[in-house]
């Protein structure tokens, strides 16, 4: 039987930990989008949380809940990002911004 995360509706298993290599294939910055990031987005804070909005999307096709996602997919995405302050964590305080990212991820 196919793993939940290889089905036609994939999401982030619970209890399961993701392997490094994993976070390395699926959820790490190409220099390209790092790039568009850097030029497009103000910010630490909104910087992450662009970042790992396209970073999952482009695994799961689709936006989960925020509260969905796991804090090692974050950290891994944070690292890419050369944020290591761990005040910083992937929340929106305008649901405004996480809509208006969510439509530059899908055009």
């Known amino acids: 039987m196919s793993s939940i995360e290889r089905t036609a509706y994939p999401r982030f298993a619970t209890g399961r930990v993701l392997k ?3 976070l390395e294939q ?3 910055l190409t220099p390209n989008e790092l790039n568009y990031i850097n030029k497009n987005i103000r910010g630490n804070q909104m910087q992450l949380n662009f970042a790992v909005q396209l970073k999952v999307f482009q695994r799961l096709g689709y936006f989960p809940e925020i509260k969905n996602v796991p804090s ?3 950290d891994h995405i944070k ?3 050369g944020l290591f302050n761990y005040e910083i964590t992937f929340q929106y305080k305008h649901d405004t911004t996480l ?3 969510r439509d530059h991820i899908c055009s």
């Open 20 to 22: 490094e290599h994993e």
């Open 26 to 28: 699926f959820y790490s």
């Open 72 to 74: 090692v997919v974050i």
């Open 79 to 81: 690292k890419y990002l």
């Open 99 to 101: 809509y208006r990212h």
